[in-house]
């Protein structure tokens, strides 16, 4: 019975196509560059870090996708980029 559900797990996950994010994208929130794509059943929302990490326990409830490319801001900026509580 095991064997049946691998592949089609797998097969599911690959499915999943997204658009990388750019500098075009803007957060909803303040208009910063966008680094996380949220995909709701009715549309999508673009977040900054800062954003994202904070509006993160309410749109993970309801998302049907979540890209997060945080980690390009850290490559672009240094590690301590977004990292500013205020
Ligand atoms: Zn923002």
């Given amino acids: 019975m ?3 559900i ?10 999943t ?3 990388p994010l750019t500098a075009a994208d803007r ?6 560059q966008a680094y996380v794509r949220v995909v709701l059943p009715v549309g999508e929302l673009l977040f900054c ?5 904070e509006h993160a326990p309410k749109f993970t409830a309801v998302a049907e996708h979540v ?3 945080t ?3 850290l490559a672009e900026h240094g590690a301590g980029a977004g990292a500013a509580s205020s």
């Fill in 6 to 15: 691998g592949w089609l797990y797998g097969s599911v996950t690959t499915t």
């Fill in 67 to 69: 890209q997060d490319e």
């Fill in 2 to 4: 095991e064997r049946g």
């Fill in 49 to 53: 870090a800062h954003h994202a990490r």
């Fill in 27 to 32: 957060c909803d929130r303040c208009g910063a």
């Fill in 71 to 73: 980690d390009r801001l």
């Fill in 17 to 19: 196509t997204t658009t």
